[in-house]
């Protein structure tokens, strides 16, 4: 369940560019996403169209493989900007969203 203080902000927030992302939050809970699992979840509205369509965000055709991230940054204090080394930066992954994939697994953002 989201924290009833409603600070969907992680206390820590860890980036390996080759592996995923790890998250912790003050209450205790801790989540790790691999990068192939945000990638094929990315928010954006170009991915969530490609999904409607059945089709996969990750790879697209060129893409570089491995998969890894070239950048991220906070966006504000409620989400993390990823950017790829296939390019693709339009993703906002907000805190709030990345908690529930955790606490429901099968919730996509």
């Known amino acids: 369940m989201t924290d009833p203080d409603g600070d969907a902000?992680?206390?820590t927030i860890d980036v390996?560019?080759?592996v995923g992302i790890r998250l912790g939050w003050p209450d205790g809970?801790?989540?790790?996403?691999?990068?192939v699992s945000l990638r094929l979840s990315c928010p954006c509205a170009e991915c969530r169209g490609l999904r409607q369509r059945?089709?996969?965000?990750w790879p697209r055709p060129g893409s570089p493989i491995p998969l890894?991230?070239?950048d991220a940054s906070l966006h504000g204090a409620w989400g993390?900007?990823?950017t790829?080394?296939?390019g693709?930066?339009?993703g906002i992954f907000p805190f709030d969203q990345l908690r529930r994939r955790a606490e429901e697994p099968d919730t996509r953002t």
């Open 80 to 82: 993390l900007a990823l």
């Open 88 to 90: 693709h930066s339009a």
């Open 84 to 86: 790829w080394n296939d």
């Open 29 to 35: 809970l801790e989540i790790e996403i691999d990068l």
């Open 16 to 18: 390996d560019r080759a």
């Open 9 to 11: 902000q992680p206390s």
């Open 68 to 70: 890894s991230i070239s």
């Open 54 to 57: 059945g089709e996969d965000t």
